[in-house]
């Protein structure tokens, strides 16, 4: 083999390596997976609120029973709903089933990450670290982009 051509197959496994390596925001473990995590602004010390969607591709459904981050003093679980009088508000909440072969979308106007006394300024292209606790799967750690909204 010319050196040349040695040089063209060593490109090629290093492009091959790179595309494998890059697919993968995603972070799974044991079943549930969670993609989009995403964390809105916040100066340091202030609270902001993070998203993100879980699939539960597995044959029996999961929970999401704990979040928490090295980057807050505080993580919990928010449910934000609108009563009968048009008042929107948040409550806490223990848990978040994600169905058998289903998903849950974490968004604005539904259930929510409350993260309270971040220990930086958040800036759009910054991120933080999540951990995520289920009953089945366990833990699973994914990294939220601070992103604008
Ligand atoms: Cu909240």
């Not at 969607?53 to 709903?81: C, E, I």
């Not at 759009?124 to 601070?146: D, H, Y």
Request: proline share 3%; net charge neutral; aromatic share 4%.
């Amino acid at each position: 083999m010319s050196s040349r051509r040695a040089a063209v197959l060593v490109s090629v496994l290093i492009a091959l390596v790179l595309a494998l390596g890059a697919c993968g925001s995603a972070s799974s473990s044991g079943g549930v997976i969670v993609t989009g995590a995403w964390v809105r602004p916040a100066p340091a010390g202030g609270e902001t609120a993070a998203y993100f969607t879980v699939s539960n591709p597995g044959s029996r459904d999961d929970v999401l029973v704990g979040v928490s981050t090295p980057d807050a003093q505080t993580a919990g679980l928010h449910k934000t709903s609108t009563d009968a009088s048009g008042m929107t508000g948040m409550a806490h909440t223990d848990s978040i089933t994600i169905p058998a072969g289903g998903s849950v979308e974490l968004k604005a106007g539904g259930y929510h990450v409350m993260l309270t006394g971040v220990t930086k300024d958040l800036v759009v292209g910054g991120s933080i670290g999540l951990v995520l606790t289920f009953e089945q799967a366990g833990v699973v750690r994914t990294t939220a982009e601070v992103k604008g909204g």
